[in-house]
């Protein structure tokens, strides 16, 4: 499918669904509105809340401190990830000891260690940081280990036959395997990281999106909700973009889908 196809089926989805929220909460349907306006809002209502956000300039102070609590978070779960991933798929035996414990750690509901991480770090920005930390650090790990793991018993025996040392190995086989399985779970970090700061700002705190959006919650201002989780998805959209560019940078020497098919 050609790239213009793709972009126009995709802005097709989004025009029919936003149409269709518009008539399920604007025309009644048997008497009644299948989705009652005060529940769902509507399409108009939330993007006059967009509009006068930004109009008003009051987004881009609450924008600034979720980026900068998203990245922080992203960052540092992502190189802690990769470094942990790459020394435990190295080391079998660190591994072994500690892989209950890292399925233990894993398990626990993030949720649950917003208030924590706040008791310990106060209200500021590093509570929300390393809640996303949290999020991204295991997703990234789990990946990283398995890209390194999933190395070609035949391509590692041919690497070591020709002389490699292990810096070669790391740098022409290892890495390589595990960059496809990094960027995989790069791009679902990404909105982990935005979540973990987004969600420690809706429990405690004086700006961002997330204190946005509870302050909406709070006064019943459906609309407000719907335009803070909009931006927020189109927030998500930019950093993820920035991220596929990263990848087709690194990765150029990958075949495209299909390639090499008779």
Do not use: C
């Amino acid at each position: 499918m050609r790239r213009v196809q793709l972009i126009v089926l995709q802005v097709l989805v989004a025009v029919v669904s936003i149409a269709l929220w518009h008539a399920l909460t604007t025309y009644p349907i048997f008497g009644r509105t299948l989705l009652p306006p005060f529940f769902f809002s509507n399409p108009l209502d939330v993007a006059q809340q967009v509009v006068a956000w930004f109009a008003s300039g009051v987004i881009w102070k609450h924008l600034w401190v979720t980026l900068i609590e998203a990245l922080l978070a992203f960052v540092i779960g992502s190189v802690g990830g990769v470094l942990v991933g790459f020394w435990f798929a190295r080391q079998p035996r660190v591994a072994a000891v500690f892989d209950p414990y890292v399925k233990m750690v894993n398990a626990l509901p993030r949720v649950v260690l917003a208030p924590i991480f706040t008791l310990w770090l106060g209200l500021g920005i590093w509570s929300k940081v390393a809640l996303g930390v949290t999020l991204v650090f295991f997703i990234v790990f789990f990946n990283v280990y398995q890209g390194v793991k999933e190395v070609s018993p035949t391509v590692l025996a041919n690497a070591r036959m020709l002389g490699m040392s292990e810096r070669q190995l790391m740098r022409h086989v290892y890495w390589p395997s595990a960059l496809s399985w990094m960027f995989s779970s790069l791009h679902t970090s990404v909105g982990f990281a935005v979540v973990g700061a987004v969600v420690g700002e809706y429990l405690g705190s004086a700006a961002g999106l997330g204190y946005l959006i509870q302050q909406a919650e709070g006064v019943f201002d459906v609309a407000g909700v719907f335009a803070g989780m909009f931006v927020l998805a189109a927030f998500v959209i930019v950093i993820d973009t920035l991220v596929t560019m990263v990848e087709k940078r690194l990765l150029v020497w990958r075949p495209a889908v299909g390639e090499g098919r008779p």
